[in-house]
């Protein structure tokens, strides 16, 4: 039988080809199998592609006759590229992104600003950051002080007091933008009438794309922001807007970095504009110790007194303590507490605002019914308190007959931060024991009325007249002052030494006269032999007008409770009251209470004078000067070390120690 013919005869190489891939052997059935074969038909390898391509056109028929259509466009990724400033553009728009922001579309505009959350980065900071070598910012202690604001508001709120203080030169005043607004710096100097004069010194703190960040990556940009700026200028304190405009996560990305990095962060009330100006007159030492100071407030209360306890605790709770924490309130109780005193101290909160920190307020009663006697009042007095660190805890020490003025606390910190911890305070600062808030109208004896010093005002080296300021007095005083932590220490070591010498040494020749009046309580008397024997005085306030931080009232006056039974023999007429003829404290008359601004009563325009250009009057009530007063107490404290503190007469002096009296006493040397 012939061979069918070769399907590639033209080729044989082809054919060669074609034989090596042929199914079929070269059997007899694969022979047959190829005779059997359509020729010219459809190859195998064809139907089966022909299949696939229809089962994929099905399957992409049914696909996109069943595809979703309410699917909203993918939002693009930024670009990280460099960006012309930290609001650059985002990415463009794609087709029907502007449908995002139409009313009542799911996907709004304000929702698709703050979805960004990539890396931080800011392109305006380190350049002014740079810039700033000459405020010494380097330095851990330094002039630097910080003003930073997110939100637009709490700039305008915070701008004028930065430029009040910039003007002032005693800090570096610097303000920090952290906010989302894609407003440039010169647009917000302007807009808040900030001028050169101002000297502020700006600083961009914000990231890039703020305007399309998430509120996490915006508290972790004020965070950072704050971390840079802290490196490079260290602010001694930063000011914050509290009035509640200000972003929450600007506040908390500020105070938790402020909280690591050991710096103080001052919040500012709403009001701060119109009641807290005298802030500007502090410097950065000042300012830094603005959280760290604790005050507590002290109260003896008297039995069958619940009308003057009343009316004190009323005025307290009227006080404006602004951002600053309220202090601690102990009342000291007499055994007998009367009916009216007890049913409002059951409803009477401390502090009376919302606090987180819960109750302020401790009551001590006394047990012993029996009356005290000088040295027993002397000692309950001064173990009412005991400062944590000395030099920061402090005590405010008030009479129940005292009425205090809503801006006392006003007075008494910024009295307190400038002389006590200001770079000024070496300032015979070593010599300052108190703070009083109210002026006596009699000298300590209570015979002689007293008449504040005047000061001279100078033009240059010219002095120009006589005017009104602050004084420098060695008597203490007990109706409202706040004594310094670090002299109430060498206090109870004072008077623990004098109690002990009195009953072991026989009573002293030149010291046993009782200098101070029997209406002021007994503690007066230790305060004032101590001030004497240290040269230690007290600052007095003195205002142009009548009015006053404290005045006291004599309607309800009863006298310590120490000398009850000897000022009741002098009374006339079976009256529980002193005779105001022989006590003229009595008969002083009451003054208004300061409602307005601190600054507008104070003189020299709210600025406090140094402590070298007070006046400066001795125990008595005598001018004298420092040099003057400081011979004085080497004198008295000689003799009072041979009377009072049993040493021998050629015994050496010994030397002061810091919180101590001991080198006023030697009973207890071996």
């Known amino acids: ?104 579309h799911k996907g709004t505009a304000e929702s698709v600003a703050h979805d960004f959350n990539g890396p931080i980065k800011f392109y305006h900071l380190a350049s002014t950051l740079h810039a700033v070598s000459k405020t010494r910012g380097a330095e851990l202690i330094n002039h630097n002080v910080l003003f930073a604001a997110a939100s637009l508001k709490s700039a305008a709120r915070l701008l004028p007091i930065a430029c009040d203080m910039a003007i002032r030169e005693r800090n570096y005043v610097h303000f920090a933008l952290l906010g989302r607004d894609d407003i440039s710096m010169d647009i917000l100097r302007s807009v808040n009438g900030i001028t050169k004069e ?14 399309h960040s998430t509120d996490f990556r915006m508290e972790v940009a004020a965070s950072a922001a704050f971390n840079h700026i802290n490196t490079f200028i260290h602010p001694q304190a930063t000011f914050v807007d509290a009035s509640g405009e200000e972003e929450i996560w600007c506040l908390k990305g500020i105070k938790d970095r402020a909280v690591t990095a050991g710096r103080t962060v001052i919040d500012l009330p709403g009001n701060a504009e119109q009641n807290l100006m005298w802030i500007t007159m502090l410097d950065s030492s000042s300012l830094s110790s603005w959280n760290k100071v604790t005050i507590d407030i002290v109260v003896h209360a008297q039995s069958s007194s619940s009308g003057s306890l009343i009316r004190l605790l009323n005025s307290l709770k009227k006080a404006d303590f602004f951002s600053s924490a309220p202090p601690r309130l102990t009342i000291e109780l007499s055994h007998n507490i009367d009916e009216p005193s007890r049913r409002y101290l059951s409803r009477f909160k401390w502090p009376p605002a919302a606090q987180n920190s819960g109750s302020l307020l401790t009551l001590h009663h006394r047990i012993p019914q029996h009356g005290l006697s000088a040295e027993e009042n002397s000692i309950r007095m001064l173990e009412s308190f005991w400062p944590s660190d000395p030099s920061t805890s402090h005590v405010l020490v008030l009479s129940p007959q005292i009425e205090l003025s809503p801006l006392f606390f006003h007075y008494l910190k910024y009295s307190l931060l400038e002389f006590k911890y200001s770079f000024s305070r070496i300032d015979y600062q070593q010599n300052l024991m108190a703070l009083s808030l109210d002026i006596p109208s009699t000298y300590l004896n209570d015979s002689t009325s007293f008449v504040p010093p005047l000061t001279n005002l100078t033009k240059g080296s010219n002095v120009v007249a006589k005017g009104i300021s602050p004084f420098l007095w060695q008597a203490p005083n007990s109706n409202a002052a706040l004594y310094f932590g670090e002299k109430w220490v060498e206090l109870h070591d004072f008077v623990a030494q004098s109690l002990s010498s009195e009953h072991a040494l026989p009573t002293p020749t030149t010291l046993n006269k009782k200098e101070v ?19 230690y005085w007290t600052i007095y306030p003195n205002f142009e007008d009548s009015d006053s931080l404290a005045t006291l009232h004599n309607d309800l006056y009863q006298p310590p409770e120490e000398f009850r039974e ?43 004078p140094k402590i070298a250009g007070m006046p400066l009057l001795s125990w008595d009530g005598s001018p004298t000067t420092v040099e003057d007063l400081e011979q004085h107490a080497v004198e008295y404290s000689r003799v009072f070390r041979r009377e009072i503190g049993g040493c021998d007469e050629g015994a050496p002096e010994k030397i002061q120690e810091d919180f101590k009296a001991r080198d006023l006493f030697c009973l207890n040397d071996l």
């Open 198 to 211: 101002c000297k502020i010194i700006f600083h961009d703190g914000r990231p890039d794309f703020s305007l």
């Open 566 to 608: 000897e000022v009741d023999e002098e009374a006339s007429d079976g009256e529980l009251t002193a005779d105001p003829a022989k006590h003229l404290s009595l008969k002083h008359s009451e003054t208004a209470l300061i409602t307005k601004s601190l600054l507008s009563m104070l003189p020299f325009k709210g600025e406090l």
């Open 517 to 535: 009046s029997k209406t002021y309580p007994s503690w007066l008397e230790h305060f004032l032999k101590l001030a004497r024997a240290r040269g």
């Open 1 to 104: 039988m012939p061979l069918p013919p070769r399907l590639f005869s033209g080729d044989e190489e082809l054919g060669k080809k074609d034989d090596d891939h042929r199914r079929g052997g070269r059997t007899p059935m694969g022979l047959a199998w190829q005779h059997r074969r359509i020729p010219h038909g459809p190859h195998r390898r064809t139907l089966k592609r022909l299949a696939l391509g229809i089962l994929a056109f099905i399957v992409l028929y049914y696909f996109f006759k069943n595809m979703p259509t309410d699917l909203e466009n993918p939002r693009q990724r930024p670009s990280y590229g460099f960006t012309a400033g930290p609001n650059a553009p985002p990415p463009k728009s794609t087709p029907g992104e502007d449908s995002r922001s139409k009313p009542g």
